[in-house]
């Protein structure tokens, strides 16, 4: 990219069967990721700009702390590894 943030983390899903998918089957599995992360409270607008390829983009300014960063790890992988379940069983 012509521009890089460190505070605006953008993350695009590169898993082989993900990236097989069309451009809008890649952006609903984003977009499931993005539900499942809220409707556990863990994670909030984390959800890609409209006009920026699909996936995850994470505020990691000043004001959130390693540790916050560190915890969504985990929850990062559960939100990809539950849809991919999910995408395996359609």
Do not use: H
Not at 9 to 30: G, M, S, W, Y
Not at 45 to 67: F, K, Q
């Amino acid at each position: 990219p012509e521009t890089r943030s460190n505070t605006s983390v953008c993350l695009t899903i590169v898993d082989k069967d993900v990236a097989a998918l069309d451009a809008d089957a890649q952006a609903a599995f984003a977009k499931a990721m993005v539900t499942a992360l809220d409707k556990q409270g863990v994670a909030f607008d984390i959800g890609a700009y409209r006009d920026a390829p699909s996936g995850l983009r994470i505020w990691a300014g000043a004001t959130i702390e390693t540790a916050d960063m560190k915890a969504l790890m985990p929850w990062l992988t559960w939100a990809f590894e539950t849809q991919k379940a999910a995408l395996k069983a359609a």
